[in-house]
């Protein structure tokens, strides 16, 4: 896990419309519970180039995106997990 090939979307990871944030233990709990997860997109942005420092990465099982990780680097920020809407209302 986590070698996967890995795809630019700088252009999109700043758009939270559809997903709801949630805890870190709830992420947890989530990128455990799913041993098929795969990343399905990642961007190592350590220059700012879209914002704060970050590295992000979405995780998917099978088509169906299943979590965003936001790890924000040189910053005080706290980071930030987020899951389709239509999770969290499951
Ligand atoms: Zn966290």
Redesign the pocket.
Known sequence: MGEQDTIMTGQNMTDRTGWTQV??PA?DRIRDEHLDKVVSSSLTDLDGEYGDPVVYTEWSVGDVPLLR?Y?WVATER????WIPDAEAAA
Do not use: A, G, L, V
């Not at 706290?78 to 997990?81: F, I, R, T, W, Y």
């Open positions: 805890s870190c992420s990780d790890r706290e980071c930030e997990h």
